[in-house]
């Protein structure tokens, strides 16, 4: 599996905040800058607790979703982004399935007890265990939807978008230092993710093309490695 791959995965998790619902917590009181923790105004407790209001609104009724993607990754002190496209799915309460097409071909297929990531031109497939793959608190929050955002993160508005939400773990973690959502205001669905990484890479992802609720088969959350690739097994615990 590539480095450019190993970076992503997490990230796959993060987009599955858009299937759940969620709660929100604010900073309500100043604490020492020192700490590097952030000062949120009431004006700005009330920003937020609007736009999640809206954004849990907007998926409340969905249980499945399909999106076209486009993304770009900026690795540490890079100013070429090496680009992407395709598409997703997502189904309640936990399957997912992340298709490239371009540049290259690329499949991560979330099922019901494995990660499946198949790399046609390597000719290889990753069975990844959920247990073992879900191995940040976060991510495994937003895998299961058990537990919402209130838990993990501390939320703000952005300084780019007025339909922007800011998220900052309240515990560090290895992946991600910043979350960034972008909300359309037309209809409260994520159409932007920026995410910040602790090496200082940057990946943003934009959703065009979305369908609510299609039709989708659990199949399509299936995978069966194609004859004569390789397969790499991680154990289970």
């Known amino acids: 599996m590539t480095d450019y791959c190993k970076k992503f995965l997490v990230f796959l998790f993060i987009v599955l905040l858009s299937s759940f619902f969620f709660t929100q917590k604010v900073i309500s009181k100043e604490i020492s800058s020192k700490k590097g923790y952030l000062v949120v105004t009431?004006?700005?407790n009330k920003k937020i607790t609007e736009l999640t209001k809206k954004l849990k609104q907007a998926y409340k009724?969905?249980?499945?979703?399909?999106?076209k993607f486009y993304q770009q990754t900026w690795a540490s002190g890079s100013t070429q982004p090496i680009e992407a496209q395709g598409t997703v799915w997502l189904k309640r309460p936990n399957l997912m399935r992340w298709q490239y097409d371009k540049p290259y071909k690329q499949l991560i297929v979330a099922g019901l007890r494995n990660v499946y990531i198949y790399q046609p031109e390597q000719q290889q497939v990753m069975v990844i265990p959920r247990n073992r793959f879900l191995t940040s608190q976060i991510t495994n929050a937003f895998f299961t939807g058990d537990l919402g955002?209130?838990?993990f993160f501390y939320l703000k508005p952005s300084k780019e978008s007025k339909?922007?939400?800011i998220l900052i773990p309240i515990r560090p973690e290895p992946q991600v230092?910043?979350?960034e959502i972008i909300l359309n205001p037309k209809n409260y669905l994520i159409k932007e993710l920026w995410i910040k990484d602790q090496m200082g890479g940057n990946t943003h992802i934009l959703f065009t093309h979305i369908i609510k609720n299609p039709k989708v088969s659990d199949k399509l959350f299936q995978?069966?490695?194609?004859?004569?690739?390789k397969v790499f097994n991680t154990p289970r615990d």
């Open 61 to 67: 009724n969905l249980n499945s979703l399909e999106a």
């Open 177 to 179: 230092k910043q979350i």
């Open 223 to 229: 995978f069966t490695p194609p004859k004569g690739v």
């Open 42 to 44: 009431k004006r700005s």
């Open 149 to 151: 955002l209130s838990h």
């Open 163 to 165: 339909y922007g939400i």
